[in-house]
């Protein structure tokens, strides 16, 4: 469903020097499959989800969905059905609302995919969200979860076929989290999301891609298998040290704190 053949991505720096920030990606992702990102700070996530969205044209390389290459020509002829089956959930839930009130957010998708019954469609989804009372709200009103829950419903509720999230329990608390981590298992779409939280990841996917602080991919594999290999999570940087105090004694290991 989703290909990339030796994707690579360069930005510029202040001083116009190209900086590579994904180096030579490959994987496929079939139809179905549920696949967690995970990589340090600035490893290059987002910037890859970016170009499985369409947003950035990869620098060299080729990203193929459903066995198209998607150029910029493939995106000015297929925009609607491939905007309509992907969705995207940035990282930072305030650059992707736009709309004057809760509802015309949640409702924007549904109206430009041409959608009926919009109107119980955003009660269900603003109902499933806990959002009900905040439909005539702005969106510039709310707070950071409250701002990830309307982009979330506003996302979901065009039933997409691929999700691309990153970071999609940031800003969520415990109960929300919990709900949509059961909510995403239930639905019936391809998922690659990104996310910091390993045991979190557990539960959102079974295969996991690692970006390496080298911009290459470091892992391509089952979460499980990743998650009892300490010495890869220590290379990917997936774990982290603090000091501990026992008895007075200090002292320091590598942690994998547990999403309970
Ligand atoms: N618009 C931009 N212009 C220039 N450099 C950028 C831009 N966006 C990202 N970068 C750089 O590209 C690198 C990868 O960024 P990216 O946002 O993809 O990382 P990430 O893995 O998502 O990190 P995080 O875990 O912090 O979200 C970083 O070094 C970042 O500074
Ligand atoms: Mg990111």
Sequence with gaps: MIRCEQLSYSYED????KVEVLKDISFEVTQGERV??????????????KILNGLMMPEDGTFYYKEEAV?????????????????????DPASMLFNPTVYDEIAFGLKH????????????WARLFKIEDLLKTSPLALSGGQKQKVLL???????????????????LDPPTTGWLVDFLKELDVTSIIATHNLSLGAELG???????????????????MLLDDMPMLIQAQLVHKH?????????????????D
């Design 14 to 17: 202040y001083q116009y020097n």
């Design 36 to 49: 967690i990102l995970l990589g340090i700070n600035g490893s290059g996530k987002s910037t890859l989800l």
């Design 71 to 91: 150029s910029k020509k493939y995106l000015k002829k297929n925009s609607q059905t491939f905007r309509k089956e992907i969705a995207f959930q940035m990282q």
């Design 113 to 124: 995919f041409e959608f009926d019954a919009i109107e119980e469609r955003v009660q269900k």
């Design 153 to 171: 419903a506003s996302l979901l509720c065009v039933e997409p076929k691929v999700l691309l999230m990153d970071e999609p329990t940031a800003h």
């Design 206 to 224: 079974s295969r996991a891609l690692v970006l390496g602080e080298n911009h290459k991919l470091l892992y391509d594999g089952s979460v499980k």
């Design 243 to 259: 000091r501990h105090e026992h008895d007075g004694v200090t002292h320091q290991h590598y942690h994998l704190h547990r999403w």
